[in-house]
């Protein structure tokens, strides 16, 4: 089993940046397909960044294009999200979301829910304008 723990929410007003953080913990794997989704408020889940830790590779979904920022330290587990120039429309609950594995199919990043097993609580971000 695989344990997500995300943390880093926090109110904030628009322009702000923010960094969230998840610690990934339990079983041991070499490498991971890492995701990030949010749920915002009245609407369906939606993916926002993924990467592959293999090698690095990155996808985002075009609304955080350009203002958010997927990283990993693989030494420490942790997973992170870099957020700047945040918008009241940025408002949501974010996951963060993982798939073990080792072929190219297991890690290539995608924001796609159904390509992750292991899924966070969430952590809470609000911007306001």
């Known amino acids: 089993q695989v344990q997500l723990v995300e943390s880093g929410g926090v109110s904030v007003q628009a322009g702000a940046s923010l960094r969230l953080s998840c610690a990934v913990s339990?079983?041991?794997?070499?490498?991971?397909?890492l995701g990030w989704f949010r749920r915002a408020p009245g609407k369906k889940r939606e993916g926002v960044a993924s990467i592959d830790t293999r090698n690095g590779n990155t996808v985002y979904a075009d609304s955080v294009t350009g203002r958010f920022t997927i990283s990993r330290d693989n030494i420490e587990n942790t997973l992170y999200l870099q957020m700047t120039g945040l918008k009241p429309e940025d408002t949501a609950m974010y996951y963060c979301?993982?798939?073990?594995?080792?072929?190219?199919?297991?890690?290539?990043?995608?924001?796609?829910?159904?390509?992750?097993?292991?899924w966070g609580q969430g952590t809470q971000v609000t911007c306001s304008s």
């Open positions: 339990g079983a041991t794997y070499n490498y991971y397909r």
């Open positions: 979301a993982a798939r073990p594995g080792n072929s190219w199919d297991d890690l290539v990043p995608t924001l796609r829910q159904s390509d992750y097993s292991y």
